[in-house]
Nanobody, 119 residues
Framework: VQLQAFGGGLVQVGGSLRLSCTAS????????MAWERQGPDNKRELLAT???????DYADSVKGRFTISRDNAKNTMYLQMNNVKPEDTAVYYCKADIVNHLSVGMYYWGEGTQVTVSS
């Protein structure tokens, strides 16, 4: 199983960016998915989660600005980032609870994608 994140880059304060995360490999089902980030202070922050049924939850730091969504048919999750701030600069990681065809479930993390917000 692999998770791959896309869409990071340089964005100006107040701008928008959309991250994607696609899972591939031996996948029977994907339960919860989430986005995390690790900033220059090296602290890992859980930003947003989404269940297989589409229920979402957000950290206070991004609530109202970021939107998590998923396309179950494509095994893909998204993070729409609006009104970005300098403190959003970080490496963004996707995480997914994946069950394989042997009914073994575990969390997987993708390689991070860098988001840099310029002022």
């Amino acid at each position: 199983v692999q998770l791959q994140a896309f869409g990071g880059g340089l964005v100006q304060v107040g701008g928008s960016l959309r991250l994607s995360c696609t899972a591939s490999g031996n996948i029977a089902s994907i339960d919860d998915m989430a986005w995390e980030r690790q900033g220059p202070d090296n602290k890992r922050e859980l930003l947003a989660t989404i269940t297989s049924g589409g229920e979402t939850d957000y950290a206070d730091s991004v609530k109202g600005r970021f939107t998590i969504s998923r396309d179950n048919a494509k095994n893909t999750m998204y993070l729409q980032m609006n009104n970005v701030k300098p403190e959003d600069t970080a490496v963004y990681y996707c995480k997914a609870d994946i069950v394989n065809h042997l009914s073994v479930g575990m969390y997987y993390w993708g390689e991070g994608t860098q988001v840099t917000v310029s002022s």
